[in-house]
């Protein structure tokens, strides 16, 4: 698709102090913007002729002045664009459509505001053009919603957080001000049937947004401080004695991260969607193509509580050479060392006395199986660089860095930080402890994983009443790290998880369809080499999966209950499939394969007594073409999964 990019029209407009009202619609025109510019900035999302968002008194507040009050608009002026971008590390499609219009509008005193309608929703963002730095006090902006909204909120206490909170669905007339926040994404559910994901984009040496209710059925953006003063807390992180007055000291000419809003009319719009890579800066043109994402063995959730071995089982060589062969046997590229690998938490720079780090780089690299190493991120900052170049030089295939927990603008720009240094030594980097995807997976492709979820190393605590609304919150806004791989599997009711035996809510078949359900360019395999041997057909479907794709297709979805997709690698699709805790049927039409052509379709199903005992399933072959429909029967919490080639 040829790229189509014009400035359609500027008006000068003499520095009028109030304006007529600003339209911009969706290419398809289904979205229409309104901005009005009075004593303050305004504007209002409609699908059709219903408003499905507000957004009232755009400002930023400086350290000597308001952007944003009593505006004087000198400029509007018009641009779009239809272009398909091909994606590094795509866990949708290959080619992104990047089809907008957009609208910029300049006032007096430095500053504009840019709006991009897509059809699959829009977005607003500041650009400054001020002299010297700048202290960003505060960033305002109420977003209002029809009334009898509701919304999937994370709710936390305060800006310190670890991102694993459950969904909680609100009345959004019942969440106050004086109540807790929630952290990005938000998705609302309106009276019409409408959903409103909101999210952030292309976020960068700044604060993360938070949301508040204000007792009125809407919201407003909130944000950490800067740090001012630190003291000692433990071995991982650091205590934060006092703040800034700021959310944010920057350079007065700049862009600020967009204020994303992706508008749903049916929930699979939800799972589609791209905007927040649409929207970030796209990677350097520089070699990314060492950035290989994949499967990888994970030690940490089953413990190393190895079986059937002649040695003791710990952070050790010889474990750690049975993790290798699993991952070699099975076709895994990589495996990670978690906590315990190091000398001790802080001292990274050695490995433990019973592990030869050297021997299993060297092994691993026999067998086509690389390791990633855990870090704190004190650990990093510390010594960064030379850090860095130690396990390039080592030949580490990455780092996954943990316990971050906090947002604000130095926080933030640590991660950018971390991943370009990361980028120059050729490292994965998987972040742990961290914020949800804000759009730096696109800038910096060896960024392939972040946490952000409460996923499954949360024991019993993750269950498919919360992670079946992943795909249409979480996952929609990029990567994530859930660690699915059970294969001890249990109803939620009979979850009995401990460090010696783990175990994952759900039925089997709903286990292995996460790996078709979820998006993540790197995905773990947490249960142990045992575990999977002991299942084998099981761990041959997930070590078969890829962890980026061509093609996606939505066959069914309904936020929070069921989703089925069909997706493409190459010549081969995968078709998952799961449910809550109401057993589902329905059937899916192989219209998507090639006509023509005979395929063998091998698929995992929920077994007679799945819902009594959630380890039963059925492994069936059969041959199928475009003309075939497959009836899917899913048990409560149950699920379905299949390779069609």
């Known amino acids: 698709m040829k790229k189509l990019l014009s400035v359609c029209c500027a008006l000068l407009l003499g520095g009028a102090a109030q304006a007529k009202p600003i339209e911009v619609a969706s290419p398809d025109g289904r979205l229409r913007l309104t901005v009005e510019v009075t004593d303050r900035i305004d504007y209002t999302l409609r699908d059709g002729d219903d408003a499905v968002l507000g957004g009232e008194g755009l400002a930023l507040r400086l350290a000597d002045r308001t952007l944003g009050e009593r505006p004087r608009l000198r400029r509007v002026s018009r641009s779009s664009a239809d272009e398909l971008l091909q994606r590094i590390n795509p866990t949708k499609n290959a080619g992104v459509r990047n089809r907008y219009n957009a609208v910029r509008l300049d ?11 897509f059809d699959e929703g829009a977005a607003y963002r500041f650009v400054t053009s001020l ?3 700048i202290d960003v006090m505060e960033e305002r902006v109420r977003f209002t919603l029809p009334e009898g909204s509701e919304a999937w909120l994370s709710e936390v206490g305060g800006f310190n957080s670890m991102y694993e909170e459950p969904y909680t669905l609100r009345q959004l007339s019942a969440f106050g001000p004086d109540g807790r926040m929630t952290y990005l994404p938000v998705l609302t559910a309106e009276p019409s049937g409408r959903k409103v994901l909101l999210a952030e984009s292309d976020l960068r040496d700044y604060p993360c947004m938070f949301l508040r209710g204000d007792g009125r059925g809407g919201f407003t953006a909130t944000f950490p ?8 807390k433990n071995d991982r992180s ?4 006092s703040e800034e007055t700021y959310i944010a000291r920057t350079e007065g000419a700049r862009t600020f991260p967009w204020r994303v809003a992706a508008v749903a009319r049916e929930d699979a719009d939800l799972v589609r969607q791209e905007l927040v890579w ?49 991952a070699a046997e099975y076709g895994i590229p990589y495996i990670i060392m978690d906590e315990g690998w190091s000398a001790s938490t802080t001292d ?45 030089e080592w030949g580490i295939a990455g780092v996954k860095i943990d316990f971050m927990d906090r947002s604000d603008q130095w926080m933030v720009s640590y991660y950018e930080r971390v991943t370009r240094c990361a980028a120059e030594h050729r490292l994965l980097v998987d972040w742990h402890g961290s914020y949800t995807p804000k759009g730096l997976f696109r800038t910096y492709p ?8 409460l996923g499954m190393e949360q024991g019993a605590r993750c269950q498919p009443e919360n992670s079946n609304l992943l795909p249409f919150i979480r996952n929609a806004v990029g990567p994530m790290d859930f660690t699915p791989g059970a294969m001890l599997s249990a109803q939620p009711e009979e979850n009995r998880s ?25 995905q773990m395999l947490a249960d142990s080499p045992m575990a999977y041997e002991r299942e084998r057909p099981s761990a041959e479907f997930i070590a078969s999966v890829p962890t980026t794709w061509d093609e996606l297709r939505v066959l069914h979805a309904v936020c929070g209950k069921q989703l089925v997709v069909a997706r493409r690698k190459g010549v081969k699709w995968y078709v998952g499939g799961f449910t809550n805790n109401e057993p589902f049927e329905t059937e899916i039409a192989l219209d998507f394969l090639p006509a023509g052509r005979k395929f063998r379709m091998t698929s995992f199903e929920d077994g007679v007594n799945a819902d009594l005992q959630a380890m039963d399933y059925r492994r069936r072959v059969r041959i199928v073409d475009a003309s075939t429909r497959i009836p899917v029967k899913m048990v409560r919490n149950g699920g379905w999964a299949a390779v069609i080639e």
Do not use: C, H
């Open 238 to 241: 650091l205590e934060i004695l």
């Open 131 to 133: 002299p010297g730095g």
């Open 446 to 453: 060896n960024l392939v994983n972040y946490e952000g979820v």
């Open 278 to 326: 649409l929207l970030a800066e796209p990677a350097a043109e520089r070699d990314w193509s060492w950035v290989q994402p994949g499967l990888v063995s994970w030690d940490w959730w089953n413990g190393m509580r190895l079986t059937g071995v002649d040695f003791r089982a710990g952070r050790n060589t010889e474990s750690y050479r049975r993790y290798i062969d699993f």
């Open 107 to 117: 006032f007096a005193g430095g500053y504009a505001l840019e709006f991009r309608l």
């Open 225 to 232: 401080r800067v740090p001012k003063e630190y003291g000692p």
């Open 348 to 392: 990274v720079f050695r490995p433990n006395p019973n592990l030869d780090l050297e021997e299993l780089v060297a092994y691993g690299g026999q067998r086509g199986v690389r390791i990633i190493l855990w870090l704190t991120w004190l650990a990093v900052e510390r010594d960064m660089e030379r850090l860095f170049g130690q396990l390039e």
């Open 498 to 522: 401990t460090n010696s035996n783990p175990m994952g809510s759900g039925t089997r078949a709903y286990q292995l369809a996460l790996y078709v359900l979820f998006e993540a360019p790197l």
